[in-house]
């Protein structure tokens, strides 16, 4: 199982960002596939979940700003984010919700 997550950076205050999770080794098309995110110094915490037939769940943090959708011909795992705030500054991770296994993450700074 491996993931690769890009498009994280610095950005303003109300700016937006497209996270891309290229996800492999396991059968991407049936699996529930999920966004967490780590903030400097605290734990690790859920996001937003993607069912295989397209409902989706967020965390009340993020509900209404950010959109979790998938390219199951990709394999790849996307998480939109809009009106970004301070807050949402954490590395970024996907995963798929019955493994144990985690990519290296990228980094979403929000700053002014």
């Known amino acids: 199982v491996q993931y690769v997550e890009s498009g994280g950076g610095l950005v303003q205050p109300g700016g937006s960002l497209r996270l891309s999770c290229a996800a492999s080794?396991?059968?991407?098309?049936?699996?529930?596939m999920t966004w967490h995110r780590q903030p400097p110094g605290k734990a690790r915490e859920w996001v937003a979940t993607?069912?295989?037939?397209?409902?989706?769940f967020y965390s009340d943090s993020v509900k209404g700003r950010f959109t979790i959708e998938r390219d199951d011909d990709q394999h790849t795992l996307f998480l939109q984010m809009d009106n970004l705030v301070p807050d949402a500054t954490a590395v970024y991770y996907c995963?798929?919700?019955?493994?144990?296994?985690w990519g290296q993450g990228t980094q979403v700074t929000v700053a002014s």
């Open positions: 993607m069912f295989p037939a397209g409902r989706t």
């Open positions: 080794g396991f059968p991407f098309t049936s699996a529930i």
């Open positions: 995963q798929e919700a019955s493994t144990p296994t």
